[in-house]
């Protein structure tokens, strides 16, 4: 059973930083990060498969970067130039390969880290 837990939320002024970490106890996993906002729906943020293949939401690209150790398997998500936007519920979510590529939809998630940009 893949586990996730997820640390590193927090408030910040608007333009700064603020990096995610997400532990998880498997390898091999298509791995991303989810936020969502009160009163919106969840939205992928990025997400990150095998090798260099990263995808960012239009509204973080430039500012976000996901990455992955690979000798502990954690995710992390450095995020630079926070806007008040950015406010949300931030979740680590992941999903077995499906053809050696990530799906549409992750089966496995974390309980959340709040980050709230003023």
């Known amino acids: 059973h893949v586990q996730l837990v997820e640390s590193g939320g927090g408030s910040v002024q608007a333009g700064g930083s603020l990096r995610l970490s997400c532990a998880s106890n498997e390898y091999s996993l298509c791995m991303g990060w989810f936020r969502q906002a009160p009163g919106k729906e969840r939205e992928a943020v990025a997400t990150?498969?095998?090798?260099?293949?990263?995808s960012y939401a239009d509204t973080v690209q430039g500012r976000f970067t996901i990455s992955k150790t690979k000798t502990v398997n954690i995710l992390y998500l450095q995020m630079n130039d926070l806007k008040p936007e950015d406010t949300a519920m931030y979740y680590c979510a992941a999903e077995r390969f499906v053809g050696g590529r990530c799906p549409d939809d992750f089966g496995y998630w974390g309980q959340g880290t709040q980050v709230t940009v003023s």
């Open positions: 990150i498969g095998r090798g260099d293949d990263r």
